[in-house]
């Protein structure tokens, strides 16, 4: 049996397959942009299983991750892949520029991941 991974990042894709050699883990047999609308991790992952599998009539895994700042509330949480237009180098430099002036012992994060089978 298939499951196709489920991700609009190539880069992923090709870490989750490296991960899950020979265990009928394959990419998509298209590109599928799901619009990530859930408050959650959980609930984005879920998003993406669901509409997968409904789109390539089998099951599928997804996966929803970001980075959670602890003095910015959480943020950019489920909005890190959108926290600032442009590249990765972009969005590290909106992040650092909204810690500017706290104490490092106070940069305290954590990257979360959910991950979703419809």
């Known amino acids: 049996m298939t ?3 489920v991700s ?3 880069k992923k894709l090709k870490e989750l397959q490296a991960l899950l050699p020979d265990q009928g883990f394959a990419p998509p047999p298209f590109a599928l942009d799901v619009e990530e609308t859930g408050s959650t991790f959980a609930a984005n992952a879920r998003l993406k299983a669901e509409a997968g599998a409904l789109a390539f009539g089998g099951p599928c895994l997804a996966d929803d991750s970001g980075l ?7 943020a950019p949480g ?3 892949a959108r926290y600032a237009p442009g590249t990765d180098a972009d969005r590290t430099a909106k992040l650092l520029d909204a810690l500017k002036g706290l104490p490092r012992e106070r940069r305290t994060a954590h990257f979360a991941c959910a991950i979703a089978l419809a």
């Open 78 to 80: 489920v909005y890190s």
């Open 68 to 74: 959670c700042v602890d003095a910015l509330d959480g």
């Open 3 to 5: 499951i196709y991974l």
């Open 8 to 10: 609009g990042n190539a």
